[in-house]
């Protein structure tokens, strides 16, 4: 295989990993939507959570079950990890990579 087919084999890459990446962009932004306001309101909770005084004086679980808010939101936070949602996010981020690619491999 020549120098050109290279080139137009790595070219054609390029632009179906283009496509593919654009496809992707609406779903990730809401994704990213959802974990800034899961992360929001699991910060909130934790900051009432450490702020009332009866936090220290019960146990670990009575306190939590006092602060439902913060319960399930950290909850819900890391069963989104679980679930993935860092993938779903970081995804399109591969975007800049391949055009760097694409401009090195082609000289």
Not at 8 to 16: G, I, N, S, T
Not at 33 to 50: D, E, F, H, K, P
Not at 59 to 88: D, E, M, Q, V, Y
Request: a positive charge; glycine letters at 4%; charged letters at 15%.
């Amino acid at each position: 295989m020549n120098s050109l087919d290279q080139a137009e084999d790595l070219k054609a890459f390029e632009r179906r990993l283009t496509e593919y990446i654009a496809c992707l962009q609406p779903a990730t932004g809401r994704w990213r939507m959802i974990l800034i306001v899961v992360s929001v309101c699991t910060a909130t909770g934790a900051w009432n959570w450490l702020i009332d005084p009866e936090t220290q004086k019960v146990s670990f679980f009575t306190s939590l079950w006092n602060h439902p808010f913060f319960t399930i939101s950290c909850i819900t936070l890391i069963g989104l990890f679980f679930a993935g949602i860092h993938k779903r996010v970081v995804a399109p981020s591969i975007s800049p990579m391949s055009n760097c690619f694409g401009r090195i491999y082609v000289l």
